[in-house]
Protein backbone atom coordinates (compact mmCIF):
# COMPACT_ATOMS: atom_id res chain seq x y z
CA UNK A 1 0.00 0.00 0.00
CA UNK A 2 1.75 3.05 -1.44
CA UNK A 3 1.75 6.28 1.42
CA UNK A 4 -0.53 9.39 0.31
CA UNK A 5 1.56 12.58 0.88
CA UNK A 6 -1.04 15.08 2.01
CA UNK A 7 0.10 18.52 0.62
CA UNK A 8 -0.48 21.49 2.50
CA UNK A 9 -3.19 23.64 1.15
CA UNK A 10 -2.39 27.17 0.44
CA UNK A 11 -4.79 30.16 -0.62
CA UNK A 12 -3.03 33.38 -2.25
CA UNK A 13 -5.41 36.47 -2.05
CA UNK A 14 -5.16 38.63 -4.77
CA UNK A 15 -3.26 36.54 -7.00
CA UNK A 16 -3.51 38.95 -10.11
CA UNK A 17 -1.27 41.52 -8.33
CA UNK A 18 2.20 42.44 -8.22
CA UNK A 19 3.01 40.55 -5.40
CA UNK A 20 -0.08 37.95 -5.98
CA UNK A 21 0.95 37.00 -9.47
CA UNK A 22 5.13 36.21 -8.73
CA UNK A 23 4.24 34.60 -5.59
CA UNK A 24 1.48 32.19 -7.47
CA UNK A 25 4.34 31.30 -9.80
CA UNK A 26 6.81 31.07 -6.89
CA UNK A 27 4.60 28.14 -4.87
CA UNK A 28 3.22 26.42 -8.36
CA UNK A 29 6.95 25.24 -9.08
CA UNK A 30 6.73 23.42 -5.33
CA UNK A 31 5.47 19.77 -5.22
CA UNK A 32 4.09 19.94 -1.50
CA UNK A 33 1.52 22.79 -1.82
CA UNK A 34 -1.74 22.68 -3.43
CA UNK A 35 -2.69 26.00 -4.67
CA UNK A 36 -5.85 27.91 -4.83
CA UNK A 37 -6.21 31.55 -5.38
CA UNK A 38 -8.62 34.07 -5.69
CA UNK A 39 -8.95 37.68 -7.53
CA UNK A 40 -11.11 40.62 -8.03
CA UNK A 41 -12.21 40.24 -11.52
CA UNK A 42 -9.73 38.84 -13.71
CA UNK A 43 -8.46 34.87 -13.26
CA UNK A 44 -5.04 34.55 -13.01
CA UNK A 45 -5.38 31.09 -14.28
CA UNK A 46 -8.42 28.80 -15.16
CA UNK A 47 -8.70 27.79 -11.62
CA UNK A 48 -8.72 31.18 -9.96
CA UNK A 49 -11.72 32.04 -7.76
CA UNK A 50 -13.65 35.54 -8.45
CA UNK A 51 -14.59 37.52 -5.22
CA UNK A 52 -14.75 40.46 -4.72
CA UNK A 53 -13.62 40.38 -0.89
CA UNK A 54 -15.57 43.41 0.61
CA UNK A 55 -18.90 40.50 0.25
CA UNK A 56 -17.27 39.34 3.45
CA UNK A 57 -20.19 36.50 3.61
CA UNK A 58 -19.06 35.08 0.13
CA UNK A 59 -15.50 35.06 1.03
CA UNK A 60 -15.96 33.64 4.30
CA UNK A 61 -17.79 30.82 2.06
CA UNK A 62 -15.48 30.49 -0.21
CA UNK A 63 -12.77 30.27 2.09
CA UNK A 64 -14.40 27.85 3.94
CA UNK A 65 -14.95 25.32 1.26
CA UNK A 66 -11.39 25.26 0.56
CA UNK A 67 -10.04 24.99 4.11
CA UNK A 68 -6.63 26.17 3.14
CA UNK A 69 -3.81 25.37 6.05
CA UNK A 70 -2.01 29.10 5.41
CA UNK A 71 -4.06 32.29 3.71
CA UNK A 72 -1.55 34.72 2.07
CA UNK A 73 -3.26 37.57 2.19
CA UNK A 74 -1.45 40.05 -0.72
CA UNK A 75 -4.62 42.71 -1.34
CA UNK A 76 -4.13 45.88 -0.48
CA UNK A 77 -5.07 49.65 -1.51
CA UNK A 78 -1.85 51.27 -2.60
CA UNK A 79 -0.75 54.42 -1.46
CA UNK A 80 -1.53 56.32 -4.47
CA UNK A 81 -5.44 55.27 -4.43
CA UNK A 82 -5.58 55.75 -0.69
CA UNK A 83 -6.93 59.21 -0.66
CA UNK A 84 -9.34 58.43 -3.26
CA UNK A 85 -11.40 56.16 -1.40
CA UNK A 86 -11.01 56.38 2.28
CA UNK A 87 -13.57 54.35 3.39
CA UNK A 88 -12.56 51.23 1.02
CA UNK A 89 -8.80 52.03 2.31
CA UNK A 90 -9.76 51.52 5.96
CA UNK A 91 -11.96 48.13 4.84
CA UNK A 92 -9.41 46.76 2.78
CA UNK A 93 -6.71 47.57 4.52
CA UNK A 94 -7.25 47.81 8.37
CA UNK A 95 -11.13 45.91 8.41
CA UNK A 96 -10.57 42.98 5.95
CA UNK A 97 -7.59 41.34 7.46
CA UNK A 98 -8.54 41.00 11.04
CA UNK A 99 -12.02 39.43 9.08
CA UNK A 100 -9.81 37.13 7.56
CA UNK A 101 -8.51 36.19 11.09
CA UNK A 102 -12.06 35.31 12.23
CA UNK A 103 -12.30 33.32 9.42
CA UNK A 104 -9.15 31.28 9.78
CA UNK A 105 -9.48 30.74 13.11
CA UNK A 106 -12.99 28.56 12.46
CA UNK A 107 -10.73 26.44 10.12
CA UNK A 108 -7.26 26.51 12.58
CA UNK A 109 -5.75 28.56 9.23
CA UNK A 110 -3.07 30.94 9.43
CA UNK A 111 -2.29 33.86 7.99
CA UNK A 112 0.63 35.65 6.93
CA UNK A 113 0.09 39.46 6.00
CA UNK A 114 2.18 41.93 3.77
CA UNK A 115 2.66 45.41 5.63
CA UNK A 116 4.77 48.42 4.13
CA UNK A 117 7.51 50.30 5.78
CA UNK A 118 4.93 53.04 5.20
CA UNK A 119 3.31 52.55 8.31
CA UNK A 120 6.45 54.77 9.69
CA UNK A 121 6.71 58.18 8.68
CA UNK A 122 10.46 58.25 7.27
CA UNK A 123 11.83 61.06 9.72
CA UNK A 124 14.36 58.21 11.26
CA UNK A 125 15.02 55.21 8.99
CA UNK A 126 16.43 52.12 9.67
CA UNK A 127 13.23 51.30 11.74
CA UNK A 128 13.10 48.12 13.69
CA UNK A 129 10.28 45.76 14.90
CA UNK A 130 10.64 47.25 18.05
CA UNK A 131 10.19 50.94 16.41
CA UNK A 132 6.65 51.74 17.46
CA UNK A 133 4.98 53.22 13.72
CA UNK A 134 3.75 56.71 13.23
CA UNK A 135 2.64 57.55 10.24
CA UNK A 136 0.53 60.34 9.88
CA UNK A 137 -1.11 59.70 6.13
CA UNK A 138 -4.32 57.10 5.61
CA UNK A 139 -2.23 54.77 4.35
CA UNK A 140 0.14 53.91 6.49
CA UNK A 141 -2.20 54.20 9.24
CA UNK A 142 -4.33 51.85 7.71
CA UNK A 143 -1.94 49.42 6.84
CA UNK A 144 -0.94 49.50 10.49
CA UNK A 145 -4.44 48.75 11.60
CA UNK A 146 -4.17 45.70 9.84
CA UNK A 147 -1.34 43.91 10.84
CA UNK A 148 -1.44 40.87 13.35
CA UNK A 149 0.60 40.62 15.84
CA UNK A 150 0.42 37.25 17.83
CA UNK A 151 1.56 34.11 18.57
CA UNK A 152 0.19 32.31 15.30
CA UNK A 153 0.06 34.37 11.94
CA UNK A 154 2.81 36.49 10.20
CA UNK A 155 3.23 40.35 9.26
CA UNK A 156 5.85 40.84 7.07
CA UNK A 157 6.80 44.46 7.16
CA UNK A 158 8.64 45.80 3.79
CA UNK A 159 8.23 47.58 0.23
CA UNK A 160 8.46 45.70 -2.93
CA UNK A 161 9.24 46.50 -6.43
CA UNK A 162 8.35 44.28 -9.54
CA UNK A 163 6.42 43.52 -12.49
CA UNK A 164 3.32 44.12 -12.91
CA UNK A 165 0.72 42.75 -14.94
CA UNK A 166 -1.61 45.21 -15.53
CA UNK A 167 -0.40 47.90 -17.73
CA UNK A 168 -1.25 51.13 -15.82
CA UNK A 169 0.79 49.85 -12.86
CA UNK A 170 1.52 51.99 -9.53
CA UNK A 171 4.47 50.76 -8.58
CA UNK A 172 7.90 52.21 -9.27
CA UNK A 173 9.16 49.87 -11.33
CA UNK A 174 6.11 49.88 -14.12
CA UNK A 175 6.42 53.68 -13.61
CA UNK A 176 10.34 53.41 -14.74
CA UNK A 177 9.12 51.48 -17.75
CA UNK A 178 6.89 53.87 -19.33
CA UNK A 179 8.73 56.52 -19.37
CA UNK A 180 10.26 57.25 -22.80
CA UNK A 181 13.01 60.69 -22.19
CA UNK A 182 13.40 61.51 -19.62
CA UNK A 183 12.79 61.37 -15.13
CA UNK A 184 14.41 62.62 -11.99
CA UNK A 185 15.58 60.54 -8.92
CA UNK A 186 15.05 61.47 -5.63
CA UNK A 187 18.50 61.77 -4.08
CA UNK A 188 17.56 62.13 -0.57
CA UNK A 189 14.47 59.81 0.01
CA UNK A 190 15.01 56.27 0.70
CA UNK A 191 14.61 53.16 0.12
CA UNK A 192 14.93 49.53 1.74
CA UNK A 193 12.49 46.87 0.23
CA UNK A 194 13.11 44.12 -1.66
CA UNK A 195 11.79 42.63 -5.00
CA UNK A 196 8.52 40.64 -5.33
CA UNK A 197 10.78 37.50 -6.61
CA UNK A 198 12.57 37.64 -2.74
CA UNK A 199 9.45 38.16 -1.12
CA UNK A 200 7.86 35.49 -2.66
CA UNK A 201 10.87 33.17 -1.69
CA UNK A 202 10.78 34.22 1.74
CA UNK A 203 6.91 33.65 1.84
CA UNK A 204 7.73 29.95 0.44
CA UNK A 205 9.92 29.29 4.08
CA UNK A 206 7.97 30.64 6.17
CA UNK A 207 5.07 28.44 5.23
CA UNK A 208 6.98 25.66 6.05
CA UNK A 209 8.29 27.70 9.50
CA UNK A 210 4.46 27.67 11.75
CA UNK A 211 7.18 29.33 14.21
CA UNK A 212 7.87 32.39 12.36
CA UNK A 213 5.07 34.75 13.80
CA UNK A 214 4.33 38.63 14.99
CA UNK A 215 5.71 41.21 13.25
CA UNK A 216 8.65 40.65 10.39
CA UNK A 217 11.10 42.90 8.69
CA UNK A 218 12.27 41.82 5.38
CA UNK A 219 14.92 43.48 4.43
CA UNK A 220 18.64 43.27 3.85
CA UNK A 221 19.67 46.15 6.40
CA UNK A 222 20.60 49.11 3.99
CA UNK A 223 19.38 51.52 2.49
CA UNK A 224 19.67 53.13 -1.21
CA UNK A 225 18.27 56.13 -2.43
CA UNK A 226 15.51 56.25 -5.83
CA UNK A 227 17.58 57.66 -7.54
CA UNK A 228 20.40 54.82 -7.51
CA UNK A 229 17.51 52.49 -7.66
CA UNK A 230 16.35 54.03 -10.94
CA UNK A 231 20.18 54.03 -11.87
CA UNK A 232 20.16 50.20 -11.01
CA UNK A 233 16.96 49.95 -13.26
CA UNK A 234 18.68 51.50 -16.15
CA UNK A 235 21.62 49.07 -15.51
CA UNK A 236 19.22 45.94 -16.39
CA UNK A 237 16.21 47.18 -17.76
CA UNK A 238 18.40 49.76 -20.75
CA UNK A 239 16.57 52.87 -22.47
CA UNK A 240 18.07 54.49 -25.58
CA UNK A 241 18.19 58.24 -25.57
CA UNK A 242 17.40 58.27 -21.54
CA UNK A 243 18.34 60.55 -19.13
CA UNK A 244 17.90 60.02 -15.52
CA UNK A 245 18.49 63.48 -13.63
CA UNK A 246 19.23 63.25 -9.57
CA UNK A 247 17.24 66.31 -7.63
CA UNK A 248 16.72 66.61 -4.09
CA UNK A 249 13.49 66.98 -2.28
CA UNK A 250 12.14 66.96 1.41
CA UNK A 251 14.46 63.44 3.15
CA UNK A 252 12.38 60.71 3.70
CA UNK A 253 13.94 57.26 4.98
CA UNK A 254 11.86 54.61 5.82
CA UNK A 255 14.65 51.88 5.59
CA UNK A 256 14.05 48.91 7.99
CA UNK A 257 16.23 46.82 9.97
CA UNK A 258 15.42 43.28 11.79
CA UNK A 259 16.32 42.92 15.60
CA UNK A 260 14.87 38.97 15.08
CA UNK A 261 17.46 36.39 15.08
CA UNK A 262 14.76 33.91 12.82
CA UNK A 263 16.16 34.99 9.21
CA UNK A 264 15.50 31.69 6.97
CA UNK A 265 16.44 33.69 3.76
CA UNK A 266 19.25 35.93 2.89
CA UNK A 267 18.10 39.21 1.01
CA UNK A 268 20.88 40.06 -1.33
CA UNK A 269 22.24 43.59 -2.46
CA UNK A 270 19.80 45.44 -4.69
CA UNK A 271 22.01 44.81 -7.33
CA UNK A 272 21.64 41.35 -6.86
CA UNK A 273 17.82 41.65 -6.50
CA UNK A 274 17.38 43.60 -9.61
CA UNK A 275 19.32 41.42 -11.95
CA UNK A 276 17.42 38.42 -10.60
CA UNK A 277 14.22 39.96 -11.20
CA UNK A 278 15.58 40.84 -15.05
CA UNK A 279 15.68 37.17 -15.35
CA UNK A 280 12.50 36.27 -13.84
CA UNK A 281 11.01 38.46 -16.43
CA UNK A 282 12.97 37.01 -19.56
CA UNK A 283 12.12 33.84 -18.66
CA UNK A 284 7.90 34.35 -17.77
CA UNK A 285 7.79 37.68 -19.62
CA UNK A 286 6.20 35.58 -22.92
CA UNK A 287 4.03 33.93 -20.11
CA UNK A 288 1.97 36.92 -19.11
CA UNK A 289 3.99 40.22 -19.01
Known sequence: MENVVLKKKILILGSTGMLGHVLYRTLQAKSNFEL??????????????????????????????IEPSVIINCIGILLRSSKIDPSNTIFINSYLPHRLKNIADKINARIIQVSTDCVFNGNKGFYSE????????????????????????????????????????????????????????????????????????????????????????????????????????????????????????????KSLISVRNDDLILVPDYSTMIKEMRDFIKIKGKDFY
Open 36 to 65: FDISFRKKLNDSSIICDVRNVLDLEKKITK
Open 130 to 253: IDIPDARDIYGRSKYLGELDNNRDLTIRTSIIGPELKKNGQGLFSWFLSQKKEIYGYNNVFWGGVTTIILSKAIEKFIQNDNIVGIKHLTNGKKISKYNLLKLFLDFFPKENFKLKKINVDKSD
